[in-house]
């Protein structure tokens, strides 16, 4: 029963600036890697940031320079800060994580609902 929530997603202009929050909760459970994907309309899925369990950080090269990604264990959550926005960073931000639940085998792959992220020029 491990749900993932982001919040955060917004209208913004273009060189302003957005904080998202994914946020895993349920009973005994731990989490591995976190990643931030985005999907604009008519496009197809794309990884935009990932933290290891290990806080190691990976980035496409669309975003390097401008959107960090990071995670408070205490809080079950990872954040992507977004800055200098462009109007092609206009997409659905997705939350993926793997988690192992207490008692399971093996992990399993978490979706969030989804944030709209929308940028204006």
């Known amino acids: 029963q491990v749900q993932v929530v982001e919040s955060g997603g917004g209208l913004v202009q273009a060189g302003g600036s957005l904080r998202l929050s994914c946020v895993a909760s349920g009973i005994s459970f731990s989490i591995n890697a976190m990643h931030w994907y985005r999907q604009a309309p008519g496009k197809q899925r794309e990884l935009v940031a990932s933290i290891s369990s290990s806080s190691s950080t990976t980035y496409a090269d669309f975003v390097k320079g401008r959107f960090t990604i990071s995670r408070d264990n205490a809080k079950n959550t990872v954040y992507l800060q977004m800055n200098s926005l462009k109007p092609e960073d206009t997409a659905v931000y997705y939350c993926?994580?793997?988690?192992?639940?207490?008692?399971?085998?093996?992990?399993?792959?978490?979706w969030g609902q989804g944030t709209q992220v929308t940028v204006s020029s």
């Open positions: 993926n994580a793997n988690i192992r639940r207490i008692g399971d085998l093996y992990p399993r792959d978490y």
